[in-house]
């Protein structure tokens, strides 16, 4: 695996392919919801990326945060650590791919978030990096493998912008007036669907697509998304989305990718 190749193989651990991230520029307009966290009240926030192994079958990665709202001004402040990522990936994988994100393990991240739930950013970032700096550079001296070597001097040479992506995307995710995925209404879109369902805003869309294969060309992708809000609080408590690729000349469809969000009480322990 070279270094590049070995950060993207990371990255799968936050944003999947073809599940890029929304910009933060263009949030979501989700009418009627109020934006009110639980402040004081441990969370867990598990998020699940599973796609098709070279050898064919499902494998799956999955980061688990502890999170904790508090009030902070007239927004709020939520304190976030990356307690451990789990996997049924084949060891040496896991191994692979959790060294390379080992400095953001345990580490503790805090954004601050506007009253209206809109505004994400990163409490002190220079902090954050000059930490996660540290970590890496004395992981790196610890490792064998040229790959951790590689990856080190990636990190520490990644963009600012592309730094800050990396560690809002699932949070930006999180909170339902700043993630720009969220359709705000159907439109007459038909591909959209919005239901009301006691306290949870449920919002389901369809989307069409093509996957490039190497040994048949183009096919057809369809992709499922899924969003359930509650109203309450203004955050996601399950955001599902799935590629699945068409059969050609059939309505056989095969899951390719998947990533689910889900929100929970309590601490993960």
């Known amino acids: 695996m070279t270094g590049r190749g070995a950060w993207a193989a990371a990255m799968l651990l936050f944003t999947a392919p073809g599940m890029a991230a929304a910009e933060p520029s263009a949030p979501a307009a989700v009418g009627g919801l109020q934006f009110q966290p639980p402040v004081g009240q441990p969370m867990t926030y598990r998020v699940t990326t599973r796609r098709i192994s070279r050898g064919g079958t499902l494998i799956s990665f999955s980061l688990v ?56 950013a990163l409490a002190d970032p220079d902090a954050l990096w000059a930490r996660v ?32 992506k990396l560690v809002t995307a699932d949070i930006r995710a999180l909170i339902a007036p700043a993630n720009a995925a969220i359709p705000a209404t159907t439109d007459d879109d038909a591909s959209v669907s919005i239901r009301h369902d006691g306290g949870q805003l449920s919002i389901a ?15 057809a992708l369809d992709i499922d998304m899924l969003w359930a809000i509650d109203k309450t609080t203004g955050l996601v408590l399950r955001e599902q989305r799935q590629n699945w690729i068409v059969e050609p000349g059939s309505d056989a469809r095969t899951l390719a990718e998947e990533r689910v969000r889900v929100l929970t009480p309590g601490d993960p322990g």
Request: proline share 4%; charged share 30%; no cysteine.
């Open 65 to 120: 945060y502890a999170l904790d709202w508090q009030g902070a001004g007239r927004g709020y402040r939520l304190d976030t650590v990356l307690r451990r990522i789990e996997s049924d990936a084949r060891p040496e994988l896991v191994r692979a791919l959790t060294g390379l994100v080992r400095p953001l393990v345990g580490e503790s991240v805090t954004y601050l978030v506007d009253a209206e739930g809109r505004s994400v």
């Open 133 to 164: 700096a540290e970590r890496t550079r004395a992981l790196a001296a610890e490792a064998t493998a040229p790959e951790a070597q590689q990856v080190a001097a990636l990190l520490a040479s990644l963009p600012e912008a592309e730094r800050e």
């Open 205 to 219: 869309k369809v989307e069409k697509g093509a996957v490039a294969a190497a040994d048949r060309g183009a096919s």
